[in-house]
C-alpha cells in the first residue's frame, strides 16, 4: 500500500476511518537524517492514536528553514524511509513554512510535537483545541539530531568528504 498521498487524498481517506471511530494524530518535521531520535519520537507519537499522518517538509520549506545546505536528502527519498516505519500510516509533503495550512485542512484530533518545543510555540495549537483536540508534546532523545550527525561527520572528515 502507498503510503505517500497528496493532502486531498489524504483527507477523503482520514474522513473515512473517522467514520469508522478511528482518532488521528498528526506531526510534522524535516526529518533529513533518519536517526534513532526520529523513531523513538515516531514510535510514541504512534501510541496515541488509531493512525499517525506524519507531515513532511517539502526541500524548499527545509531549505527556507534550515538553509540553502540543506536538506541532504531529497523529499521523495526522506518519505519513502519514513513510509517504510511500520508504525507510520500516512506520509504527505507541504511546501509551506509551517504546517498551519495543513493541520486546518485535514483537522487531526491530536498534534504532537518533540520536547524541544514548548507547547505555547507549537503550530496550530489554537486551532486543534477549538475542534476539541489536543496537543502532546514527546520528550526529544537528548543528543541525538541530525544537526549533531552533520557536525560529527563535519569534525571526523573536515573539508575530505
Keep these: 500500500m502507498n503510503k505517500i498521498l497528496e493532502r486531498e487524498t489524504l483527507r ?7 467514520k469508522e471511530g478511528k482518532k488521528i494524530a498528526f506531526t510534522n518535521g524535516c526529518f533529513d537524517i533518519l ?3 526520529h523513531v523513538r519520537y515516531l514510535r ?3 501510541k496515541t492514536a488509531d493512525v499517525l499522518v506524519l507531515a513532511l517538509n517539502s526541500d524548499s520549506s527545509v531549505r527556507s528553514i534550515k538553509g540553502e ?13 519514513l513510509e517504510a516505519l511500520e508504525f507510520i500510516d500516512f ?17 487531526p484530533d491530536v498534534l504532537i510535537k518533540g520536547g524541544d518545543w514548548p507547547e505555547e510555540k507549537v503550530v496550530g495549537r489554537e486551532e486543534i483545541k477549538k475542534w476539541g483536540g489536543k496537543v502532546t508534546i514527546i520528550p526529544e532523545v537528548e543528543g541525538k539530531s541530525t544537526t549533531n550527525i552533520v557536525e560529527k561527520i563535519k569534525n571526523l572528515y573536515g573539508s575530505d568528504i
Design 91 to 107: 506520509v504527505t509533503i507541504f511546501p509551506e513554512a509551517t504546517p498551519l495550512e495543513l493541520i486546518k485542512f485535514l483537522k
Design 35 to 37: 536517526h534513532v531520535g
Design 44 to 46: 510514541e507519537a504512534k
Design 69 to 81: 545546505k540543506r536538506p541532504l536528502v531529497p523529499q521523495q527519498e526522506r518519505a519513502e524511509v
Design 12 to 18: 477523503t481517506k482520514l474522513e473515512e476511518l473517522r
